[in-house]
């Protein structure tokens, strides 16, 4: 076992090595230049796009009568799916390990790549919606092992099946049991609640969301995820309220440092600039998931017949984890002095919290860490069910489910070094066969979203705002 560790810490710090950041940013800073920044640009209208796909009723009848009804949930319902597993722990523990290890400039560097990533997670949700399929049940089924397999042609089909496969394994570890063993830790340390009944009640509230098939986890992700997201927010806001005078310098040292190497003081050890990148790319990637193929599985069951749509309220995913939550995290560690003392991860988001709102701060964060961990859960199993479904047909989806069930109390109580680690390097893995399919696929994106603002592509009846 202790060779296989080390095995798989060398494979680890290859995979999220420099090597593989550089090729994360280098594919999106391309995505973006070849879009010529529309993700940017058309955010606005993204949102506008959320807000009206929501259930096809009232405000999103107009959408809905144009995009027919292709797919199991609605355009908003596929957002927070997708959303439901990446806001997560990478919001709360994330933003805080990389301010530990690579000071406040790496906060400046998570922005950055979110910046590029809304192009990479844009062009992926296109390219789900363009090749996906119908399975043998009627459901749509898509995502990179799909547009790999019909986008790039059955010579390439050999590179679908090793993203599903690392997909499948890499769900049971970052989207269940790290998951389950974060929420029973925090509610062990913060309420005395032991880890086995944390892991059992976690068990039952997911499988009875899982077992019920993506309409099921959508249904449940497009109410709990906005209210979650919103009473967190509202949390930091409190919170930077309390600390105002300390907000303008907490960016100061955010831009500051994203240039400037940061001394040791306190607790902290201090950090090079590199650090400051380093960690802050790779702690945004962990965050919000751009590049690595999860959130185009969920977008590739959306109601909708227009691949450009379904991209522009997919790459709000990007733009809503980092830009909004992310930036609440770190602006609440920063305008405390907690983090200069040393302490890092999930605890120091929750002193930092503390320090403002004394005796609150620690239970908000712990709350906030179960719920979100909880909807990580749930979308997750999704993206495992899919990838094992690509392997091994559709039987096999109800099996996957159990097992996934089942393994959520064994997390709640494992020591999960040995599996953190297998789980985060096949995390990593995941994004080199689609950052292949990207890159070959590329021209695709381009075409379709040239023709979809030129007016090419415009379903009888729409009208495009140029202007938004």
Known sequence: MEMLTNLLGAINGVVWGPLMLVLLLGVGIYL?????????????????????????????????????????????????????????????????????????????????TALVGMATKFAEAVLAVRY????????????????????????WLWLGGVFAFFGAVAAFG?????????????????????????????????GAVILGGIKRIAKVAGKLVPIMGIAYVVAGLLVLIINADQIGEAFGLIFYYAFNPVAAAGGFAGAA?????????????????????????????????????????AMLGTFIDTIIVCTITALVILTSTVWMEGEA???????????ALPGYGNQIVAVALAIFAFTTILG???????????????????????????????GAIAQLTFIW??????????????????ALLSPVVFKLTKDYFDGKDVLPGEELDHDQ
Request: aromatic share 10%; hydrophobic share 50%; proline share 4%.
């Open 345 to 355: 991860g999930a605890s120091l988001t929750a002193l930092s919290f503390d320090a």
């Open 421 to 438: 680690l297998m789980a985060d390097t096949f995390n990593a893995m995941m994004a080199i066969p689609n950052l292949i399919a990207l």
């Open 174 to 206: 970052i989207g269940n049991t790290v998951q389950s063993n974060s929420v029973a830790d925090a509610m062990d340390i913060t309420f005395g609640v032991p880890h086995w009944l944390t892991g059992i009640i976690i068990m039952v509230l997911a």
């Open 32 to 112: 973006q230049l070849g879009l010529k920044l529309m993700p940017i640009r058309k955010l606005g209208m993204g949102f506008k796009l959320m807000w009206a796909g929501r259930e096809p009723k009232a405000s999103a009848d107009k959408i809905a009568s144009k995009d027919g009804d292709e797919g199991e949930i609605s355009p908003f319902d596929a957002l927070m799916t997708a959303l439901s597993a990446t806001i997560g722990t990478g919001n709360i523990a994330g933003v805080a390990t990389a301010i530990a290890l690579g000071g406040p400039g790496a906060v400046f560097w998570m922005w950055i």
């Open 132 to 155: 996906r399929e119908t399975d043998s049940t009627g459901f749509h089924v898509g995502g990179p092992m799909f547009y790999i397999k019909n986008g790039l042609g059955k010579k």
């Open 273 to 313: 600039v590199m650090a400051a990148i380093r960690f802050g790319v790779a702690r945004g990637i962990f965050s919000n998931e751009a590049g690595l193929g999860s959130a185009p599985i969920a977008h590739a069951a959306a109601k909708t017949k227009n691949p450009v749509r379904q991209g522009l309220i």
């Open 380 to 410: 997750w199993s999704f993206y495992g069910e899919k990838c094992c479904q690509f392997l091994f047909g559709t039987g096999s989806i109800m099996i996957y489910r159990v097992l996934f069930v089942l393994a959520i109390p064994l």
